[in-house]
């Protein structure tokens, strides 16, 4: 089974851009599709962003145009980069592995998640 470790996050001010990495290991992420999701204080965890195997990409409507996620299947890693973060985007980011079946993604696997705070 893959182990995941996302990196990156910190604390930024509203308007600037951060990039989050996710490293995987223990098996080969390359055949699986990979999502990020997010949870702040007090809310239900929230599905961000998700590609497939083939690079196909889908994001939730609120990160639209803002957040881009990719892949590099050689470093079998993860991304999702954010520009013009806001104050609502504080919360704790999950790297996920997963299925994905047209443009639904079932995660299976999770990190521990990195914490982005955005300061306004």
């Known amino acids: 089974q893959v182990q995941l470790v996302e990196s990156g996050g910190r604390l930024v001010q509203a308007g600037e851009s951060l990039r989050l990495s996710c490293g995987g290991s223990g098996s080969d992420g390359t055949l699986m599709a990979a999502g990020w999701y997010r949870q702040a204080p007090g809310l239900q965890r929230e599905w961000v962003a998700a590609?497939?195997?083939?690079?196909?990409?889908n994001y939730v409507d609120s990160v639209k145009g803002r957040f881009t996620i990719s892949r590099d299947n050689a470093k079998n890693s993860i991304y999702l980069q954010m520009n013009s973060l806001k104050a609502e985007d504080t919360a704790v980011y999950y790297c996920?592995?997963?299925?994905?079946?047209?443009?639904?993604?079932?995660?299976?696997?999770w990190g521990r998640g990195t914490q982005v705070t955005v300061s306004s």
């Open positions: 590609i497939s195997r083939s690079g196909r990409t």
């Open positions: 996920t592995v997963g299925t994905a079946l047209g443009t639904q993604y079932y995660p299976n696997t």
